[in-house]
Every structure is written in C-alpha cells, then in structure tokens.
C-alpha cells in the first residue's frame, strides 16, 4: 500500500473520529433536557429523574458519548426519545431512499454537465457555447426547490406524464420506482448540472491549451479525438474535486426536494425529528449524513490516484 | 513535379483581423535534407510550421500554398480528415517543450504505439507495443522497455524528448518539423538530442525542418538556412555561405550575437579587494516527503562541500546544468536558505546562523536579478512603484519626491525613459523588463548583485545588450557581481572568475579563460565539447562530435 493511501485512510478515520465528537456534543449542549420534555412541564422530579435513567442521560456525557459511539459501530444508534422505537433501521432504511435520489441527480448532473461543459469549452467562441453558458448561469441562479416546483406543476400536473411525488421500493414495482424518481432526481440534478457543467467548461479549456493535445494533434488525431482520447481524462481531475463537493452539496439540497416531491428519505426524517425535538433521531441522522460525506470525499482522494499516475507514490 | 519532398509557395499566415503575421515564405525540403529556419522571437519560424502542419491556433489563416510530394492536393485546402492522416504519419512535429508535450496519464510506450495504430492498418496492440519498444531503443532509452512502462513524469526532459522524437519518426515520415527542440534542455542532452535527430532523419531519408534561434545549432545540424525576420524569409542559402558571407544586415546582427568577443572581463581580475563573500564546506541536503511508511524519507543532496570565496569588485561565475545545485547555492549566498553544514559569510558576518529578522544589512547590501523577467514584476504595479519597493522597504527615501528623484537616476541608469515609471511592466518588451528588474535591484545601493540566469529567456541580440548593461554598472556602480547560468558562453562575456557545479559539487574554479582554455575536470571538459558554436560547426564539428563525451562520465 502507497504511503499517500495510508495517510488518506489516516486522515479519514481521524475526521470521522472528531465528527462524530462535533455531532454529540452540539447536541448535548443544546438545552432542553430529553426526558423532561418527553414528559412535559407538569412531570414529577421522580418521574424525570426514572425516565433519565431510562435514557441513559444521567450518565456523564463522555459515557453518553462511548456509549452512543459503541452502539454506532454496530448500527444502532439507541432509540427515540419520543417514539421509544429504535432510530437504526428507520435511519438505515430512509437513507437507502435518499441514497438512491442522490444518486439518480448525480448520474443527471453528469450526463448533462459533460457533454454540455465539453462543449462550452470547444466552442467557447461561438453562438452555441454562448448559449449553453447563458443556460448554465440561469441553472445556477435557479434554486432546486423551484426547478422541482415548476416541474410538477408542468409534467405532473398538467401533461400528467409522471407522478408528482411519493416513493415505490424498487423491489415493489420497478416501474413506478424510477417513474417516481424522474422529476425529483432532475430537479435536484440539474441545479448542480449547471454548476459542474462550468467546472467541466474551464477544465477542458484548460486541457485544449495542454502541449500534449498539441502532440495529439500531430500524431494524426481529429481535434475531437485527441480531446476524448487524451484530454477528457486529464480534466476529469479537476472535476473530480468538485464532484466530491458537489456530493456533500447534494445531501443537504436531498433533504429540501423530499418535502417538496414527499419522498420518505432522510432528509425528511431529519425535518420530523427536528419539528419533534427528538434529539437522539437528528443526532443520528446528522452524524448519517456527515459520514456520507466524509465517505465521498475519502473516495474522490482515492479515485485521483487511480486517475492520475504521478499520485501513485511510483518515483 | 519536382523531387522535392515538400514544397512552400507564398505562405502567409493572417490574424482574422487581417494582419499579416507571416508573408511570402518560400522554401523547399529535399528528400534527407535538413535546412534550418533561424530568427528571434516573435519572427514568425514556429507559425510557419504550425501553418505548414495545418495546426494554427484558433483565429489564425494560412494562404499561399503547402505541397507534400504524393499527395495530389494542396495542404491549405486539405480537410481536416486527410491532413489528420498525413500528420504524424508523412508529416510529423517535434516541439520545444519535453516536459508538458506528453499525456501525463499515458505510459510512453502507449503513446508511441498509439501514432503507429493510428496510421498503420492492421498493426495488432501487441505488434504495436513491441514496435514502440523498438523505436524507444532506438532513440537509446536505457532499458527501453522498462521505459515504455513508465509515466512521463518518471523520465527527464532529455529522455521525454527522446520519446517525442521515436513518436514523430516512428512512422517514416517524409517530413520532420522541429520547433526549438533542444531549448529547453541543458547542453550537454541537447547535443546527444541533436545527434538523435540527424541521425534519425539520415537513416529514413527524412527531410528536416530545423526551426531555431540558436544559430550554432542551425550551423551543426543543417546543410541549408533561411532567415527569418517579422514574417518574412530576409535571407536563405547554403550555412557556410550565410554564416560566413551574409548578405542582409539582419543576418550580420544575430552573427555578431551569436558569437560575441570575448570580453575584457577577464583582465580585470587584478581590481579585486578583499574577500566578501565566503563560503566554507557548504553542504545542503534536503529530504523528500515520504513514498512509504517502512523507508526513510530520501535524502538528497542539493550541494556537497562547496567552498569558494568572492572578493569585492569580482565578477563571479557559477555555472552548472538543470540540478548541479545553482538555485541553491544562490539562495544559500542569499540568505534565503541555510546551510545543512558549513558556513555562508557575507563581509565577514555569519549569515547562516541569523534568523530573518537579523538579516537586514544582507536584504540591504545584496540584491537579485531573476531569470523569468515578466514573472518577478508584479503586474498591477507601476513601473515606478515597483523600482522604488526595496526603498520603502527599507525604510529609505521616506519623501516622494526624493524617491522619485532616484527612481528617474535609476531608470536612466539601465536605460530606459524617465516616462517608463508610470507605466506597467506588460508595456516593455522582455529586455526592458529585465532592465526593470535590475534597477529595482541597484534602488538600495547594494554591495553584491546576484544574477540568476537573468538572460536566459532573452534573444541573443537582447542579452548582449543586457549582459554590456551589467558590465558597465558593475563598474559605476562598484558592485561585485554573482552570475549564474547554465551558458558557458554568456558566463565568459562578464565573468572574471568561474565556479563549475556538477551534480552539487564545485569541481572546478579559476580565472575565466584557464577554465575555457585549459579544463582540468572531465565534467568542464565535457560540457565545453557539448557547446555548439558557428565557427567549430562551420569547421565541420557535427552533432555526434558533440555528443561524445569524454569516456570517463556516465550519460545522464
């Protein structure tokens, strides 16, 4: 194993490690006491006192915090303080969903903002660049919510072509399952489309002015040959960082568009544990999403040196 | 038709605003032969080629007229299609810089095969990969299939031009363009480049276009020469007609250039002082970051155990090739680096033990001159402004009438008008900008003046008039002069005294032209037998003369 794989797994576990520290203890100076809003104002010293134990909240908070942290390694993480049920396979379970539209809106914000930015950047100088360009900086200014929005009220509403909200498991019915997830993931993708596609634009500008696309060139490859065969993959490295960014970006924009699309993801998991202060649900919801994302970002550090040889530690 | 391999009527090359860049350019290749296109920067020679490639820039239009011999059409009206056949195939380009022409995500080895499947039908990828590894062997690669598996960034800029060129020649072609091929390598890898190439081009019967400013280069490599100046051919003929009997003025100029008198530098040994800089058994050593949790971070010796002294009033020479130490060794004189062991004394004062904030009467005493001259002046700052920033550094001139009073000695001092201080440094051509950047560095008066390479980036013509500048104010302005640079020839211009630098050591210092004269060390030796010149050349000193290196010195 490379030195730099090490040191990225290091780094990694580290930030996990002070996240998890970060979550518990925003949580834990929040004022409100669990079991005393749990049982309301008219509670018994006794009663509260019965239902801390119960929580477990009596306890210091560094047992608190050990405790939560065992039960997180193993996926439980306790139960609600409202509902009593236990938040694991609720968490587990909602972010399956939420999983499934983040990865739908990338997959979109992909394949529209690769060809769309490849081709700002070949023709940056011409009328059809110009355009895309236009276009990329009203997808930007346009938030996902609306986008999400005005696409209901257009292709579910009135055409009355795809359903305008819900969520089949796939397993169920496949065809509803993806019928459901078009407009919510292209929504939620194309916000970040347009912001890729101008990261993808600058790359592959970048890239065109390379000596070695020069090379390309004189080795006989059409311009846009020697752009696929040699340049894409040289942008893609600087893309790559965004796409990491974009991802984290994701998550939270998830959590607006399964309001408005009623999706039962984690992001509308989050907003009920919020609205019912059910702190134990938001504290593993939260530390849920912060390890999603300090999961991408681990795997964008990985996929550079898969990229980019001079990564390797190879001298 | 002719015999002629290729064949150039009336090139022209407009801007699509319809300036002209390049007008009337003739000129004919012969089957093997190798004709040179010489000019400075901004002639025109790299647009030529690129037009006679069909790889302009975007915005750029060729017109007149490009005839390959075998192909029935004219290259300016061939589509892109055809001319994308023909292009590393018939018609291949070497370019200037090794270092960023190849994919950096790509074996070599693959990038050579890939020019082969390109244009070789039916050539299978195994075929094709033994035949790269031949073509690396060819261009002697050590252990060239080894070499095919490896990265670019794993090869020296020596060894990447080596694979540029198996690429270029790999399938025959009728036609080798070289655009500055060996400028951006050290001397001594441009002569075994130079050899590379004729040999190369001899073997297939290649005809070559050789595109240079280096006219000694031009007079090893090249039977033929046309003169390039603002667009057009001034002159052409033979290299030992041209170079000998030159018909244009122009000519006459980058001759007189190219090959300028030896100065009386050497003389003026006898003016030097007492000792002002010293250094004693300096050693730097720096470690990389570490490629793997079991090893040692690597150790690598920048500079080995130099000592040397520079009195006050000399003219010191430090040359060396890309590594030898040089920006190291200026760093150390600077202050702005200390040594692992050993010591750095200016006027008798430690300065290797001295923490930055003890370092003033150095910051005052010693200035620098860079190589890059657009790059050391900051962009948004007036000419001015930048010339009088060590002043208000250092804490002088406090009224600004007074500093602009010194600015306008100084900008008369290097030569440029007294206007040139409220203008921005992108105004002035690159030896003004050099001239900025050695008024900045006399503004606080300094003692020592250290020139990192600073005519390196210059055409010849502007660096002997740079380099006559700084003779001269080393004189009014009794500075003692540190210059550095991996030009031998520029070195013996201003120097009395020369410091040799091979792979961080000194291995040999005396006065100038004991060194030039009579070298005691193999590396010396070596590196004076690498430098082309117009006269050796003309006295039949060929490109594989150069690369023989003395038997005692491994190639590197």
Redesign the interface.
């Known amino acids: 194993m490379?030195?730099r794989f090490?040191t990225r797994t290091g780094v990694f576990v580290a930030s996990l490690a002070v996240a998890s520290v970060v979550v518990f203890g925003f949580l834990a100076v929040l004022p409100g006491d669990p079991a005393r809003v749990a049982l309301g104002v008219n509670a018994t010293p006794e009663a509260v006192a019965q239902l801390q134990k119960e929580f477990g909240t009596d306890r210091p908070l560094f047992a608190q915090y050990l405790g939560w942290m065992r039960g997180l390694v193993v996926g439980d993480f306790g139960r609600s303080y409202v509902t009593r049920e236990a938040i694991g396979p609720q968490v587990i379970d909602r972010l399956g969903v939420t999983l499934w539209l983040v990865g739908a809106a990338m997959v979109i914000a992909l394949l529209v903002a690769v060809p769309a930015g490849t081709v700002m950047a070949v023709r940056h100088?011409r009328l059809s660049g110009l355009v895309l360009s236009a276009f990329s900086q009203l997808g930007i200014a346009v938030p996902a919510f609306l986008t999400g929005v005005l696409a209901v009220a257009f292709f579910a509403v009135r055409l009355d072509w795809l359903p305008s909200g819900g969520y089949t498991p796939p397993a169920e019915d496949p065809v509803e399952f993806v019928r459901q997830l078009v407009l919510p993931a292209t929504a939620l993708g194309l916000a970040q489309a347009a912001i890729l596609a101008r990261y993808v634009r600058s790359a592959v500008l970048d890239v065109l002015r390379?000596?070695?696309l020069?090379?390309?060139?004189?080795?006989?490859?059409?311009?846009t040959r020697a752009l696929l065969?040699?340049g894409l993959?040289?942008a893609a490295i600087p893309v790559s960082t965004v796409l990491g960014l974009q991802l984290a970006t994701l998550l939270v924009g998830a959590i607006v568009v399964e309001r408005v699309f009623v999706i039962p993801g984690l992001g509308s998991l989050l907003l009920d544990g919020v609205a019912n202060r059910d702190l134990l649900l938001v504290q593993g919801v939260v530390m849920v999403l912060v390890i999603a994302v300090l999961v991408v970002n681990y795997a964008v550090e990985l996929l550079y040196a898969a990229?980019?040889?001079?990564l390797r530690?190879?001298? | 038709m002719s015999k002629e391999t290729l064949t150039v009527r009336r090139l022209a090359v407009h801007r699509h605003d319809g300036e002209a860049l390049v007008t009337g350019v003739d000129l004919t290749l012969a089957p093997g032969e190798r004709v040179g296109l010489i000019g400075e920067s901004g002639s025109g020679k790299s647009l030529t080629a690129l037009a006679i490639m069909g790889l302009l820039p975007e915005g750029l239009r060729a017109s007149g007229s490009v005839r390959l011999a075998g192909t029935s059409t004219d290259l300016l009206d061939t589509g892109e299609r055809a001319l994308a056949d023909l292009r590393g195939n018939r018609l291949s380009m070497v370019f200037q810089e090794p270092m960023s022409a190849l994919n950096p995500l790509m074996r070599v080895g693959d990038q050579v095969a890939e020019v082969l499947r390109l244009h070789q039908t039916g050539i299978g990828r195994a075929a094709a990969a033994a035949k790269a590894v031949e073509l690396l062997d060819q261009v002697r690669l050590p252990d060239p299939a080894q070499a095919a598996r490896a990265y670019p960034h794993q090869l020296s800029g020596g060894q990447r031009q080596r694979v540029l060129i198996a690429m270029a020649l790999a399938n025959e072609p009728a036609v080798l363009l070289c655009d500055e091929p060996t400028s951006a390598l050290d001397v001594t890898v441009q002569a075994q480049i130079l050899d590379l190439i004729v040999a190369g081009t001899a073997h297939r019967d290649t005809s070559l276009l050789f595109i240079t400013h280096d006219l000694a280069v031009v007079a090893t490599v090249c039977s033929r020469v046309l003169v390039m100046r603002d667009g057009s051919i001034v002159e052409s003929g033979p290299v030992e007609q041209v170079f000998t009997r030159p018909q244009h003025p122009y000519t006459q100029a980058l001759l007189d250039a190219a090959e300028p008198p030896a100065s009386d530098a050497a003389s003026s040994v006898q003016k030097a002082g007492q000792s002002l800089l010293s250094v004693e058994n300096a050693a730097r050593v720096y470690t990389r970051p570490r490629t793997s949790l079991l090893t040692p971070r690597p150790r690598v010796a920048g500079l080995r155990d130099v000592s040397f002294d520079v009195a006050a009033g000399q003219r010191f020479g430090i040359v060396g090739e890309s590594g030898s130490g040089k920006s190291t060794l200026v760093r150390l004189l600077a202050g702005l680096d200390r040594p692992t062991s050993g010591s750095v004394r200016f006027a008798g004062r430690e300065i290797s033990a001295l923490p930055e904030r003890r370092l003033r009467f150095l910051r005052e005493d010693v200035q620098m001159v860079f190589q890059d001259p657009s790059g050391s002046l900051d962009p948004r700052m007036r000419v001015g402004e930048i010339v009088a920033e060590p002043l208000v550094a250092l804490g002088r001139a406090r009224l600004r009438t007074e500093r602009a009073n010194r600015v306008r000695d100084l900008l008369d001092a290097v030569g440029l008008p007294a206007d040139a201080a409220v203008r921005f440094p992108h105004e002035f051509s690159g030896g003004q900008r050099q001239r900025i950047s050695i008024a900045r560095a006399l503004a606080p008066a300094p003692k020592v003046l250290i020139a990192d390479e600073p005519v390196s980036a210059l055409d010849a013509s502007v660096r002997s008039r740079i380099l006559e500048l700084l003779a001269s104010l080393a004189d009014s302005h009794e500075l003692t002069l540190v210059f550095v640079s991996h030009d031998l020839a520029v070195v013996r211009q201003i120097c009395d005294t020369i410091g040799v630098l091979h792979q961080g050591e000194l291995v040999e210092i005396g006065p100038t032209e004991q060194v030039y004269t009579q070298p005691a060390h193999p590396y010396t030796r070596r590196l004076l037998t690498a430098i082309p010149t117009v006269t050796r050349a003309l006295a039949g000193v060929s490109a594989s003369d150069l690369a023989s290196a003395p038997a005692d010195l491994p190639e590197h």
Request: aromatic share 4%; net charge positive.
């Open positions: 490379s030195h090490l100088r390379e000596d070695y020069r090379t390309a060139r004189a080795k006989g490859l059409t311009p065969r040699h993959r040289n990229i980019d040889p001079r530690g190879t001298r």
